[in-house]
């Protein structure tokens, strides 16, 4: 700040009143992008609007690019595990009737073709004044059935699993130790021949008499 005042040293026609000059130091201010310009009290620009709908655009084509296939994948997971968890069932029940057996009743087993019998010869659940009975395995329209002598043929997999195939191969070692190994081929029914492709299992296992 300066003060310029009357003094006798000084010469000039300056006046008593003291003058008081303030300088300011000039800030460059330099102007903003239009888009960020917002009038006090005024709603979004027109900038702004257009800006926040190509976004929007944006992420909806990219949602709608993805979410039909997140869609089919989850779908693909959930057939394929539910003819996962059917087949398991299946040879386990299957695996357990063989264990439990006295031996293959070959008569009406049907090996190594598709579809496949398994005619088995069982002490379990003998029927009255009988000491055998038998257990059979086989497949009829899609459906992976077991009919024990005496009872109705029962399913024991979900009627949404169509059983594509099934083979049995009789087993014997050379100290005649009976097996039998069971595959199963099934998916899941459906129109959908893509949904049947991407559910499709294949299971093997191999089950050994203890009583024969």
């Known amino acids: ?46 900038v702004e609007m257009i800006m926040y709908v190509m976004i929007m655009a944006i992420v909806a084509t990219m949602v709608a690019a993805f979410l039909p296939q997140l869609v089919r994948n989850n779908m693909y997971v959930q057939a394929r595990s539910e003819v996962l968890g059917n087949i398991k069932s299946a040879l386990e029940t299957m695996s357990q009737e063989v264990r439990h057996a006295s031996s293959v009743y070959t008569p009406t087993s049907v090996f190594d073709a598709s579809p496949g019998q398994l005619s088995l010869e069982t002490v379990r659940n003998a029927v009255a004044g009988e000491d055998y009975t038998f257990v059979d395995f086989f497949v009829d329209d899609g459906g992976l059935y077991v009919k024990k002598e005496g009872q109705v043929e029962q399913i024991i997999v979900s009627e949404k699993i169509q059983v594509e195939s099934l083979t049995f191969t009789h087993l014997n070692s050379v100290d005649q130790h009976q097996a039998v190994r069971i595959s199963i081929t099934a998916s899941f029914d459906t129109p959908s021949s893509e949904v049947q492709d991407q559910s499709r299992v294949t299971l093997t296992t191999t089950v050994s008499f203890r009583q024969y």
Do not use: E
């Not at 000039?12 to 130091?25: E, P």
């Open 1 to 46: 700040m300066f003060f310029l005042s009357k003094n006798k040293g000084i010469r000039g026609s300056l006046s008593s009143t003291t003058f008081f000059v303030k300088i300011k130091r000039m800030k460059r201010v330099y102007p903003a992008p239009l888009f960020f310009v917002k009038k006090s009290g005024a709603g979004f620009s027109l």
